[in-house]
């Protein structure tokens, strides 16, 4: 079973809209949680990372939060661009650091 | 370069063929992954190398999968007598010292089809 489980699969938004992006982890021991955004045909490239006592990190119209008690994460969009059309994946590092846990992603598609 | 490269960026094989896929990560980075992305699932973990070793390769699905790397930069990923099932994104990464951490960067892929 994955330790890492992402909703929605997809989503269609309007531009100009927010949205919102849940992750659960079940990983454990904790070590940080990443957000990763991946266009098509290209690698993942790192949103925000997270430690066990950091609630909340932004990065520009991109916003994590973090309950490591629920072990549950979101990540928040803001004012959506045509170029935030991605998949959006959450990762989560444990006691391993080398050994990543991956969530299945979530489609997001911004539509003009 | 200044990010990691994989080629070649697409590769469409016979069934049964071997193929070779390359990674080069960023300079100095001494930690280097590969994975595997298939359509609707999330990153498969294949093999880690520190250096010209590999740790961990217990990823890799069966012995038609090897991978090597040299000189502590460049690594190979071959895959012996392909089967359909080996049809993916293969993702390479590279790292500082993971142990500290630090962000794994990616690659592009390679997009692999066995006809």
């Known amino acids: 079973k994955n330790q890492v489980e992402q909703s929605p699969q997809s989503l269609i938004i309007l531009e100009g809209k927010n949205c919102t992006l849940q992750c659960n982890y079940t990983v454990s021991p904790f070590s940080n949680l990443r957000w990763y955004k991946q266009d098509t045909g290209r690698g993942p490239v790192s949103l925000t990372i997270m430690t066990f006592s950091e609630n909340t990190k932004s990065n520009g119209r991109y916003t994590a939060t973090l309950d490591a008690d629920t072990k549950q994460s979101s990540l928040h969009i803001t004012a959506s661009q045509l170029s935030d059309s991605a998949s959006y994946i959450c990762?989560?590092?444990?006691?391993?650091?080398?050994?990543?846990?991956f969530g299945a992603g979530t489609t997001v598609t911004v539509r003009a | 370069g200044a990010g990691v490269s994989q080629s070649p960026s697409n590769k469409v094989t016979e069934k049964g063929k071997d193929v070779e896929l390359r990674c080069d990560p960023i300079?100095?980075?001494?930690?280097l992954y590969w994975y595997r992305q298939s359509l609707g699932q999330g990153l498969e973990f294949l093999i880690y190398f520190q250096g010209n070793s590999a740790p961990d390769k217990s990823g890799l699905p069966s012995d038609r999968f090897s991978a090597e790397r040299t000189g502590g930069s460049v690594s190979t990923l071959t895959i012996q007598r392909t089967q359909q099932e080996d049809s993916a994104v293969y993702l390479c990464?590279?790292?500082?010292?993971?142990?500290?951490?630090?962000?794994?960067?990616f690659g592009p892929g390679t997009r692999l089809t066995v006809l």
């Open positions: 300079s100095g980075h001494t930690a």
């Open positions: 990464a590279s790292s500082f010292d993971p142990r500290t951490g630090n962000e794994q960067f």
């Open positions: 990762v989560v590092s444990g006691s391993n650091d080398y050994k990543l846990s």
